[in-house]
């Protein structure tokens, strides 16, 4: 008699199983993924990773007058000796104290960032006036000298205000984002407190 060959079944390697189990998270749910879809890498743009690396202290309004006094009375000492009381450089120079003033500011004292810009612009100028002689005469030297660099006063507290303005734009805009995510909370948890609430039992008579 011939003996039929029975072909016993190939089993399924681990392999398979295992890719298997890894395609399905646990709980029964697929996530979907699309086709062509990559990974974040996780790369951070140059630019937005040098902006990150500069500093970013928060100073009072205080604290931010005297750094912008500072800087341009080392400023106007640096022009006076180096180029000879130009306007160009300490104009130029101003104008980045202002932004750095306005930016390192505190948000609750950003009203005194274009106050105090115009103030250090002006003690700045005592050294790059050249006035001589008494107090009339220096003063008749930082007016002339504020004159002269009317443009670059401008300029500088134009920028402190706008930045100062964005940012307090922007502060107002996170404060309504966050009392609006908390009343929708409170809106959401409205539902699962009355559900939750005791049921009390009926007096007897």
């Known amino acids: ?25 646990a709980g029964g749910y697929r996530t979907p993924v699309a086709r062509g879809a990559s990974a ?61 003033t306005a930016l390192w500011v505190r948000t609750a004292d950003l009203v005194t960032a274009p106050i105090g810009v115009p103030i250090a612009f002006a003690l700045g100028t005592v050294p790059v006036s050249g006035g001589t ?13 504020l004159a002269m660099h009317a443009g670059w006063l401008y300029g500088g507290t134009l920028i402190a205000g706008v930045i100062a303005t964005v940012r307090k734009i922007r502060q107002m805009g996170r404060r309504q984002s966050e009392r609006d995510a908390a009343a929708r909370a409170a809106e959401a948890a409205e ?13 007897r008579g």
């Open 1 to 25: 008699m011939d003996q039929y060959r029975t072909r016993q079944p190939q089993r399924r390697t681990s392999s398979s199983v295992s890719r298997g189990a890894l395609a399905q998270p």
């Open 40 to 100: 974040p890498s996780g790369r951070v743009p140059p630019v937005a990773a040098a902006l990150r690396a500069l500093p970013n202290p928060r100073l009072t309004g205080l604290g931010a007058g005297l750094f912008a006094t500072v800087s341009m009375v080392f400023l106007g000492f640096v022009d006076s000796f180096l180029f000879g009381s130009s306007p160009a450089f300490f104009g130029a120079m101003f104008l980045p104290v202002s932004a750095a």
């Open 133 to 145: 002689g008494g107090f009339a005469a220096q003063a008749m030297a930082v007016v002339t000298s």
């Open 191 to 203: 539902p699962g407190r009355a559900v939750r609430a005791p049921v009390r039992a009926p007096r």
